[in-house]
């Protein structure tokens, strides 16, 4: 290893800090201020680089200099802004009052919008940016050459970093923005017009994240795939660096861009987990980021489960509705029973994740990794123990009940949105060993041949029995949650501190909880498994933790029929619309910021309130 | 004596009764249910539908085949196994189409031959490049017009054996395709160079390369030749930042699939050039049926066809030519019809061999070279896959049928 290629390792690795920072700069200032989670960050990305990528070239031909260049780069990035004021204006700030996750569920449908949006405006192929005028010319740098445009990311980090302190320390918008970041409560009460904070604070994340697409062009083309390849990364920037926190997100983006940089050479193959990895070892050993503060206490968790007296309908809707579905074979062709299945599976997936957000306020991003683990070990069973499906469907409830206890063991000294990322830091680094981990779990073509016995395989006596599986396994959570175990997770929900004060043991309930959670989704993953014939690491992505959290967002989490209600909406929905067009990215996205303005608390929880209202 | 009204009732009736027939004598169309990626890699499956709804129109404007038209019905396969399973799935049960084709991830094309496999349906993989399709996960309902790893890699590897390079560097995407193309390569370049050594490997995520430390690890490493198998926005990553690091000069870079046209346009004028590549040198193909053919395509959609557009077009001629011999759209008559059948292409001859249901359709192998403001290729050849399939041994020994 001679110096210089260490060295100019280490300035690629700073070239793509730089570019992280600038984008993970916006999302952690606009979390700070209005405590949304913004996953449409990535998209407005996309957009400042597309942007870019065609406004730049035309201006190059009008007159060619670094003028035009750098014109165009602001430029793409100020129209960006704009973008994020708009988003502001239309959609966030009418559900500004609605729990905090639902604005995250907006955010999913903005993203779905601008995929197809971006394909429709610029076109389908891959757009290359031109060079920067002027620095077209590598440099020499000891003995070797270094594309001198990488000099100038290098340099802008730092700018902006500067730019933004400058803000955030010297203008008034930038106290406010400081203020609304530690108590924005307390700034509502002094009399600060919140609209005109917030709309300012969009506009300046959406900037800062058009200028990191911007100024991408001249290194990368820009693509369809930039919003999700970049969003995780900004995720564990900002989480790792603390939320809100900009000299964290410098931080953190320099240490992930190093550990990229030098990470594939001892691993070419880690890219997929390194930024995780990190993100874990941080959070294990300071559990809010390098500056991060702790979240402020009680209130702004989403509200879950209220204790209720139990409706005399219940015993009757719990015999009922069973005894219905039981009837579907009889009417429907095999399709639909396909459809059905998947949907009693996601409806059991969904509400294994309301018993840890509705009823215990633990927020997961991955729950997928226990839908994953039951898929998985349901099929590892099937494929190295020759396991029949009897033996191996409780098998992978076994290992997602293992991985929930270890997950949950690690995720419980930490809460809010660190715990959302930690457990997505979880799921991850299962995905990268279920890919990676070709000879045992078959990488990314995954474990073919998981299929039921015959008794069983017919369509219509794999439905029967999902059907008695997951009514059974609802059945029994749903008593957890009027169990005393539930009362004192929502004791927990509710108050930490008088919780620890009449003597519940927190940590051990929350843990419970995981472990309960994650058999849950186990059992929903395995059923899944069986249904499909095969298993393979997409159960283990991120769009699947995003699928379970829009089920049981879109149904709402203040009720029990919340999650089975999401689940057959989202499933049905995208199943109805996909064959439709090709734009059905977008038919979905608007579907699900249309059903979130006219539901702000999910569907079920939406018509409970008006029944309330009403009474 | 009848009167007028009855008359005319029973002449109306006796009209329809005679008009009837005719209005039947249309048959159902054949339906054929296609999938590919058309959201997520638009780039090449665009052009690849627009290839193929070229067949379909010329096919059907001569009256179809076995005197009834082809319905193709077409979906977006999602890019995922398992969006690509249930879109099949619903394909077969809602749709009922005869029959599957399409695709394009190798991942997906795995998990399709599967499907094919338990539902017993036939399934024709247009674009999944990945070896096992027709080996390791090969069956007897899953078919492959494009030619695999081993046939595109080995072409490469024989230009491989003029430059003299010995020590080799891999820089491919971190899935099936990518990962069955290295090792094909590595068995390869040892059987064919003597002494040649792989020095470096890297693996970046599918269209997440961080090019600049790719670049930088695989000069450090000195090799004289790279062998390439990113493609996508990966591959413009790739040329930009090692031109611009000077990591091609005084190399031999052997490049999958870089000079089709879907991938060597966006590079616009940053061609590499003197990269030995797979492609398709469209505009210098002089056989007058392919002449026809881009004629034909470019009337029709004012644009420029690409390797996915002649996919297409060479996929639904192929359907149609089985159906005609089989007789029928059982699944079993296609099958048998397709086993060693031979095609007449706009290209050439064709044949899908039965041993392992892999078509001999071959790919053109030449230089990059810059033409006016876009790549081309030079010096190229077309090479038959028919000399360039896996030994009838090697088959056998991966097949599990």
Known sequence: MDPSFLAIQALNGLASASSLFITACGLTLVFGVTRIVNFAHGSLYMVGAYTAATLVPRLLEFSYGPMAFWAGILASALLVGLIGILLEILLLRRIYHAPELF???????????????VVQVFGPQDILGPRAPGLRQPVEILGRRFPSYELVLIAAGPVVLGLVWLLLRKTRFGILVRAATQDRDMVAALGVNQALLFTGTLF????????GGALQIPRVAANTGMDLSIIAECFVVTVVGGMGSVPGAFLAALIIGQLQAFGILIFPKSTLVVVFLLMAVVLAVRPYGFFGRPEIVGGSHAVGISSRKPSQHGVLAWIAVPLLLALLPLVADAYFLKVAIEILIFALFAFSLQLLIGVGGLVSFGHAAFFGLGAYGAALAVKWLGAPMGAALPLGVLLAAVGGALIGALVVRLSGIYLAMMTLAAAQILYAVAFQWVEVTGGDNGIVGVWPPDWIGARSAYYLLTLAVTAAALFLLTHLIASPFGYALRAARDSEARAEAIGLHLRRHRWMAFTIAGASAGLAGGLYAFSRGSVDPSLLGIPTSVDALTMLLLGGIQTIAGAPVGAAILHALRDWIMPLTAFWRLLLGLSIIIMVLVFPHGLVGTLARWREERT | MAKTSTIRWLALGLGLALAGPAAQAQPAPIKIGELNSYSKWAAFTVPYRQGWQLALDEINAKGGVLGRKIEIVSRDDGATTGDSTRVAEELVTREGVSFLFGSFLSNVGVAMADYANQKKILYIATEPLTDAITMAQGNRYTFRVRPNNYMQVGMLVDQAKASGAKRWAIVAPNYEYGQSAAEVFKRLIKERVPGAQIVAEQYPALGKIEAGATVSALEQAKP????????????????????????FEGKSVLSLLTGEPEWLLPLKDEIPEGWTVTGYP?????????KAFVDAYRAKYNDTPRLGSLLGYITVYM??????????VETDALIKALEDAKFDTVIGPVTMRGLDNQSTMGAWVGKLVLKGATGGMTGWTYNDGASFMPSEADVKAARKD
């Open chain 1, 103 to 117: 604005q995250l569920l907006a955010t999913f449908g903005v993203v779905l919008v601008l995929q197809d949006v």
């Open chain 1, 204 to 211: 300046l994340g959406a900037f800062l994240a058009g200028l």
């Open chain 2, 319 to 328: 359907i149609r030519d089985t159906i005609e011999r089989a007789g029928s």
């Open chain 2, 224 to 247: 004289d030749g790279i062998f390439n198998v990113t493609f996508g926005p990966d591959l413009t990553q790739f040329v930009r930042e090692g031109n611009a690091r000077g990591l």
């Open chain 2, 282 to 290: 469209w505009d210098e193909i002089k056989e007058p049926k392919h």
